[in-house]
């Protein structure tokens, strides 16, 4: 049976809902599934985990390490130290497929342990499956061999076949649907095994490279590439200060409590300082995926649409009916995003009130 | 001191792409400097002309541009010379080649060429988003690699102290801050500066640079890896379908925003 494994990214001691996406694409087919999580206790997440069809919670800390205190863990984060470790416990565990998020996480811990391994990688995956070759041969001992990537700018869609002894997926949060939920009985629940993996501190050895501070982000708000619902402003926004009418929006779908919802720029709003670089979607910004994307006074560059093209619906608001976007969209409003987006806010939550 | 900067030949993100037989783009379209990169060769030149007033003198320091490509790549390094780089290698491949054996490339060549102190790429290319060249290339060399990049600040004596600092761009704008001893790897994010601009007399300057070319088979054939065991290929390119027919919801104020509730609400299901 071929072990798979993936790598639970966490954010303030919850599981990030994009994990279980890669879970669902890890778990297709016959196979041990693993899930590895860094710097945490497991055993709170067993029951979660389960429910989406993991098998071994492996619980990946460094030797000498205690377990007391989860957030002081998260906070002590080195990509270094921790992509090592990851490695040791792939040996250790003889894991054929790894799976991490094309997150900030991700793209640090999947190229370092890629490069270690002389492994294959594919980046920023939107679905991994076995190949032809492994049909053909029944008995071989292959495992997922192809991975579907978006190259040049998002306007292709490439099939990538993955040649090594041991193979890496960062899969793009959000692109794939999470299996239904089992509810698990005591007996399938007690199955699940926890174990503790003590990796070798070899970072501590090394000279050359020392973190020698960590700052961490502004953890508060939700991700943007893991977000359900991204509302997106552009250069028609005007300043940064009129941002707060896409908040209040977002605050109002948020309250439903069913979608989590965040805010996005482009680029222009970016560079004109309005707001801070992480809220750029696009080519040089995050690549987003969420079930809809609303944009405000975003023309809809090219390179804009690098970055939310996979979005499951796009609703276009613009005074200019000749925006690009306004017809590679689903919906599209022509008018003044100043009338239209505190009204929505208005609507949701009347809405929220009926419900 | 020898200044690598690792720079990619990508079509330009506007350019329309046309997808040829299985696997391939029509390649007769505009290629450029990979945008990140533009960040790794300004920073370079940045260092090379900080340490010049240092009084160190300019045959000590040395800007050398690099890339693995096939023979319009060469405007690309051409690219990165106008921008400040003192001479250029094009690792000459008629073949795409994936992340591991374009490492290895430009380690057989970096090598060649010298003794590297820091070697710069952009944190990813955008046209393969591989993520990964830079890792791979500080492993062969045991070189350390921090990647994404937004701060750069080199000891106030490089020469002698060979040290720098150095800030990654983590989750939600968090930084990670190393301190680094040369040599190492350093993958550049967007925000390090404000990308040089070439003037008239820049650009002129560097047509008469030099450009070696060594060919992508030699380099890795010194390596004995010409049939690698890992490796990543792509095997089918299709493009991507825009499928969507754009309705418009009209009206006044309320009507519109009552009828994106009702969307929100029945057709994507996220209130």
Redesign the interface.
């Known amino acids: 049976m071929k072990k798979r494994a993936v790598i639970i990214e966490t954010k303030n001691g919850v599981i990030k809902d994009a994990n279980f996406g890669m879970i669902a694409c890890a778990s297709k087919g016959d196979n041990t599934l693993y899930a590895f999580i860094i710097n945490q206790s497991g055993e709170i997440f067993k029951k979660e985990l389960g429910s989406y069809g993991i098998e071994h919670i492996v619980d990946i800390c460094i030797d000498s390490d205690n377990h007391e205190n989860n957030e002081k863990y998260e906070k002590s984060f080195n990509?270094?130290l921790f992509s090592d470790a990851v490695v040791q416990a792939i040996k250790d565990y003889e894991i054929s497929s790894i799976f991490g998020l094309t997150?900030?996480?991700g793209?640090?811990i999947?190229?370092?342990v890629?490069?270690?391994l002389?492994?294959?990688?594919?980046?920023?995956c939107l679905d991994v499956v076995k190949g032809f070759e492994s049909s053909f041969n029944s008995d071989s001992n292959l495992d997922f061999d192809?991975a579907k990537?978006?190259?040049?700018?998002?306007?292709?869609?490439?099939?990538?076949?993955?040649?090594?002894?041991i193979r890496l997926f960062?899969i793009r949060p959000n692109v794939i649907e999470p299996s239904s939920k089992i509810d698990l009985s005591q007996e399938q629940l007690s199955n699940i095994t926890v174990e503790k993996f003590v990796a070798k501190n070899r970072y501590a050895e090394?000279?050359?490279?020392?973190?020698?501070?960590?700052?961490?982000?502004?953890?508060s708000?939700n991700?943007l590439v893991a977000a359900?619902?991204i509302i997106s402003g552009g250069r028609a926004m005007k300043s940064g200060e009129n941002f707060k009418i896409l908040n209040e929006c977002a605050n109002s779908?948020e309250n439903?409590g069913?979608?989590s919802?965040t805010v996005g720029a482009s680029r222009v709003a970016v560079d004109l300082g309005w707001v801070?670089?992480?809220m750029q979607v696009g080519?040089?910004g995050e690549k987003v995926s969420p079930?809809?994307y609303i944009a405000c006074g975003i023309s809809g560059?090219?390179?804009h649409f690098?970055g939310m093209?996979m979005s499951?619906?796009?609703?276009?608001i613009n005074e200019n009916i000749n925006a690009a976007i306004?017809?590679?969209?689903?919906?599209?409003?022509?008018?003044d995003l100043f009338?239209?987006v505190p009204?929505?806010t208005?609507?949701?939550q009347k809405?929220?009130q009926k419900s | 001191m020898k200044i690598f900067v690792c720079v990619k030949h990508v079509p330009d993100s506007a350019a329309t792409i046309v997808v040829r037989g299985d696997n391939q783009i029509d390649e007769k379209i505009t290629f450029l400097l990979n945008p990140y990169d533009e960040y790794a060769v300004t920073e370079a030149v940045k260092l090379k002309k900080s340490l010049l007033q240092g009084h160190s003198s300019s045959n000590q320091i040395e800007v050398i541009a690099i890339s693995v490509g096939n023979n319009d790549a060469t405007k690309t390094v051409r690219s990165a010379m106008e921008m400040g780089a003192d001479r250029g290698i094009l690792i000459k491949s008629d073949l795409p080649q994936d992340s591991i054996s374009t490492a290895k490339a430009l380690k057989a060549a970096i090598e060649q060429d010298g003794n590297p102190d820091i070697i710069f790429t952009g944190r990813e290319s955008i046209d393969m988003v591989g993520m990964q060249t830079m890792f791979r290339l500080g492993l062969y060399f045991g070189f350390p690699v921090v990647n994404n990049i937004v701060k750069f600040t080199p000891d106030s004596d490089l020469l002698a102290n060979r040290r720098v600092v150095v800030e990654a761009l983590t989750e939600a704008g968090g930084r990670d801050i190393y301190d680094i001893t040369l040599p190492c790897v350093l993958g550049a994010g967007r925000g390090l500066n404000t990308p040089i601009y070439p003037t008239f007399p820049d650009v002129v300057k560097a047509r008469k640079r030099e450009i070696k070319i060594v060919g992508f088979d030699d380099l890795v054939k010194i390596e004995n890896q010409s049939q690698p065991s890992s490796k990543t290929e792509i095997i089918k390119l299709e493009m991507f379908a825009e499928k969507r027919i754009p309705k418009e919801i009209k009206g006044s104020s309320s009507e519109i925003a009552k009828e994106i509730v009702k969307i929100l609400k029945e057709e994507a299901k996220v209130i």
């Open positions: 990509p270094i997150t900030p996480m793209k640090e999947l190229p370092r890629a490069a270690e002389e492994a294959p990688l594919v980046m920023d192809l990537t978006s190259l040049y700018s998002g306007k292709t869609i490439a099939t990538v076949k993955v040649t090594g002894d960062g090394q000279s050359n490279i020392k973190l020698i501070e960590s700052r961490q982000g502004d953890l708000g991700d359900d619902v779908i439903f069913i979608s919802t801070p670089y992480r080519q040089t079930k809809v560059s090219i390179q690098a093209k499951g619906m796009i609703i276009a306004m017809s590679n969209c689903d919906y599209f409003v022509e008018a009338e239209i009204q929505l208005k609507e949701l809405e929220r």
